[in-house]
């Protein structure tokens, strides 16, 4: 029996997850998601066209590709539809390649008034939420209360609906809000609902099936799986930078109760990080800029979310957080991501440890919130433009200088180097 690849996040998410499932892909057979809804967003790029991914596995471009939605993950119906419809323009087939799990939990519109009105009601101590409704949707299944993809094909769907949003409409009324206050994509709710409604009648059209035991067969089988993540390891709920976290198992344990796999089926995991680091919303954030370099990795990363469009706050490679998720996820490979936007910087910084309370650590406290200072350790820029590099050999001295250090620290093998957004500039190593 084969085993499952695992790739994720290993910061605050962006990492670039998108590009690396999309090159990977072409080596596996099924590319399947465990985690997370449309609060992700995954981005492809090649041929100079940018695809945005939500809760689709990336590697829906390949046609010979099977992709599958694990049980594990949220679907939104409308915004769901709307991706196979945006795929379909583009040319793709995502009818013909992608499997859904049965076990799958809804995100219903007054879900995502829910977060809405939850949202607002914490004043100046929201969290960030996307508003998608994935913590209100996550709540519920967690209290045995959720509907999911095998529901839609009951015969009592439309009751169990009808109770679930009530519910809803009365907790937000207790939170001292009415429904028409909030909008769900600049529509009213009964708008959206009747959208939400026939969206969810035309996803029982696409392939719905127990995936869990699809996923089994096909290792028995020797088929090649890669294990797809969405955000990244610090947000996770138990591990993550708490309250400030999405509501799902963002890290490698997350492929076992999200996909159904025995941990014992865990093969390679990829871990995915960006040169430096970035956060989107409200939470801690050790290594944050806040003058005119931070601006700089903003303008030449392009950090905006994919999903949100909103600007994400940039800062120095955490070394402490770095280390602390390879050694949650089981890291086996590190794949360094959107190093090329430092192309043009005279020199960087790695944040190597915390001080605090006036003693030096590498451990991270119970609650980024308290108050540290981190240490840094300053490298020398390479002030080239790599974009075109094709081999690590020929990358400049100084970058190879700063991955190496990476390597020294994480005590990992650095296998994968993007040099642009474009899926041809990669350099891949064999370590």
Sequence with gaps: MNNIDVLLGLQWGDEGKGKVVDYLTPQYDIIARFNGGPNAGHTLEFNGVKHVLRTIPSGICHEDKTNVIGNGVLIEPNIFMQEIKDLETKGFTPRKNLLISRKANLILPSHRLTDAANEKSKGDRKIGSTLKGIG???????????????????????EKYNKLKESHIRHIKSLGYNVDEFKIEEKSFEEYEKLWLE???????????????YINDQLRKGKKILAEGAQGTMLDIDFGSYPFVTSSTTVTAGVCSGLGIAPQNIGRVYGIVKAYCTRVGQGPFPTELFDSIGDKLCENGHEFGSVTGRRRRCGWLDMPALKYACMIDGVTDLMLMKIDVMDDFPSIKI????EINGEKTEHLPFSLEEKLTPVFKEYEGWQQNVTNIKRFEDLPEQMQKYISAIEEMTGLPVTMVSVSPDREDTIVRNK
Aim: glycine share 8%; with cysteine.
């Design 136 to 158: 209100p949707a996550y709540t519920d299944k967690i209290a045995r209360t959720g509907l999911r993809i095998g529901d839609l094909f009951a015969g009592d769907f439309e």
């Design 199 to 213: 969206s969810a009648k035309n996803l029982k059209t696409l392939s719905v099936i127990d995936t869990e035991y």
């Design 351 to 354: 944040c190597t440890q915390y």
